[in-house]
């Protein structure tokens, strides 16, 4: 399966993965995703906000456990975030059928559409859709960086955007969803575990900062006379690393736009996006405040204007504790793996689902650290190891 999926979206310069919403690298993955369904006899199919299912047995019984997470990626994105949980639930019911595990409940995978919001702009679209955690309303004013929206980027590729918005009723069939992911970060190395329990997702959120200048030739436009909105955003973007230092927080300017983004031109506009992330409400507050607080000074001293728009936010996520620990009891007794648990900053589709059905997260051991790069990477062993920890808590989950 793994080797099956591996080209599909890679870019022959970067390495990297380009697997976005909507586009044919998507279709390819979600075709992937039928196959592996049709070969083992499960009943595929899509559901009205473009997220695919795959089910061993009735999903209308209820009280259905489900695993998967999702296929797209980030810009040049590495091959582990998100196929892994995919594919490892594919390989999970195969270890369960090999055992000759009685199916006493429904079993789904799930493969959840954009959840790294790289052409939209906004993470988890499908499950935040499914969750009514986004209106339909707002999803169709979504629009990628060549003014296609989201409905139309959905029409073009088959699927109908007429229908989408919140399931209660397919979110009501589930008793439990485990999503498995390449841990982003070393903690699991650091510690020479292969698997991890995930305890919390740290609350986080997207800003977008529009400082306003004014256009003007870069070679006759003496430096007294500028009014250059890349000074203040320069300045910003270290403000933001301090900010991050002081607080014990994360912030990164990631993205940016310029207007009229020529070499020989003073900007008129430049657009950056913060991405923040902190243990604590309290201390993402501080930082983002801190930083938005000196933007508008730097903007003010350049004789520039300033938009801060929040685009996103996700408070804090405490994974479903009886889940979590009825986890670690099924990994304590039946595996010789020490589980630990931990906190991660990354958003996930599980983290979106838990206000609605207990979710709960397994990591595999990353040994480098690196997400969202070619350089993320996992050994085959702590791939088989996820495999064998998620198939027993599937097992564990379904005899309960």
């Known amino acids: 399966?793994?080797?099956?999926?591996?080209?599909?979206?890679?870019?022959?310069?970067?390495?990297?993965?380009?697997?976005?919403?909507?586009?044919?690298?998507?279709?390819?993955?979600?075709?992937?995703?039928?196959?592996?369904?049709?070969?083992?006899?499960?009943?595929?199919?899509?559901?009205?906000?473009?997220?695919?299912?795959?089910?061993?047995?009735?999903?209308?019984?209820?009280?259905?456990?489900?695993?998967?997470?999702?296929?797209?990626?980030?810009?040049?994105?590495?091959?582990f975030d998100g196929p892994l949980g995919v594919v490892s639930s594919f390989a999970a019911l195969d270890e369960l059928l090999r055992r000759g595990v009685p199916l006493d409940r429904p079993l789904g995978i799930v493969n959840f559409g954009d959840e790294e919001g790289a052409r939209f702009g906004l993470a988890c679209v499908g499950s935040r859709l499914t969750a009514g955690r986004l209106s339909p309303e707002d999803a169709h004013r979504l629009t990628d960086g060549d003014g296609v929206t989201l409905p139309r980027a959905m029409e073009a590729a088959?699927?109908?955007?007429?229908?989408?918005?919140?399931?209660?009723?397919?979110?009501?069939?589930?008793?439990?969803?485990v999503e498995l992911h390449v841990e982003q970060g070393r903690a699991l190395d650091l510690s020479g575990d292969a698997?991890?329990?995930?305890?919390?997702?740290?609350?986080?959120?997207?800003?977008r900062f529009d400082f306003r200048g004014e256009a003007n030739h870069a070679g006759t436009t003496r430096l007294a006379d500028r009014r250059d909105p890349m000074l203040p955003y320069a300045e910003t973007v270290l403000a933001a690393r301090r900010a991050a230092l002081l607080h014990r927080a994360v912030a990164t300017f990631g993205k940016i736009a310029v207007e009229p983004n020529g070499v020989n031109a003073v900007p008129s506009l430049v657009r950056g996006w913060l991405d923040s992330r902190a243990a604590e409400q309290d201390d993402l507050d501080a930082v983002v405040?801190?930083?938005?607080?000196?933007?508008?000074?730097?903007?003010?001293?350049?004789?520039?204007?300033?938009?801060?728009?929040?685009?996103?936010?996700?408070?804090?996520?405490?994974?479903?504790?009886?889940?979590?620990?009825?986890?670690?009891?099924?990994?304590?007794?039946?595996?010789?793996?020490?589980?630990?648990v931990l906190g991660t900053g990354a958003g996930?589709?599980?983290?979106?689902?838990?206000?609605?059905?207990?979710?709960?997260?397994?990591?595999?051991?990353?040994?480098?650290?690196?997400?969202?790069?070619?350089?993320?990477?996992?050994?085959?062993?702590?791939?088989?190891?996820?495999?064998?920890?998620?198939?027993?808590?599937?097992e564990g989950l379904i005899r309960a």
């Open 195 to 207: 698997v991890g329990i995930a305890s919390a997702i740290w609350p986080h959120g997207r800003w």
């Open 289 to 340: 405040g801190e930083i938005q607080d000196t933007a508008r000074s730097y903007a003010e001293a350049h004789g520039v204007a300033l938009d801060v728009t929040r685009e996103s936010f996700t408070p804090v996520v405490e994974f479903d504790h009886a889940l979590r620990d009825e986890i670690g009891r099924i990994l304590g007794r039946d595996t010789d793996l020490t589980v630990p």
């Open 158 to 177: 088959g699927h109908d955007p007429g229908s989408i918005g919140a399931d209660p009723e397919r979110l009501a069939r589930i008793g439990a969803f």
């Open 1 to 79: 399966m793994w080797r099956e999926l591996l080209p599909v979206g890679r870019h022959p310069d970067s390495h990297g993965y380009r697997r976005f919403a909507w586009t044919p690298a998507d279709a390819d993955c979600r075709g992937w995703f039928e196959e592996q369904a049709v070969a083992r006899g499960l009943r595929h199919e899509v559901d009205r906000n473009g997220n695919q299912w795959a089910w061993a047995g009735d999903p209308a019984l209820g009280d259905a456990v489900v695993t998967g997470s999702h296929l797209d990626s980030v810009p040049d994105g590495g091959a």
């Open 348 to 394: 996930h589709d599980a983290g979106i689902l838990s206000g609605s059905v207990p979710t709960a997260m397994l990591f595999v051991r990353n040994p480098t650290g690196v997400s969202h790069s070619p350089a993320e990477s996992a050994a085959e062993d702590d791939c088989v190891a996820g495999v064998l920890a998620l198939a027993d808590v599937l």
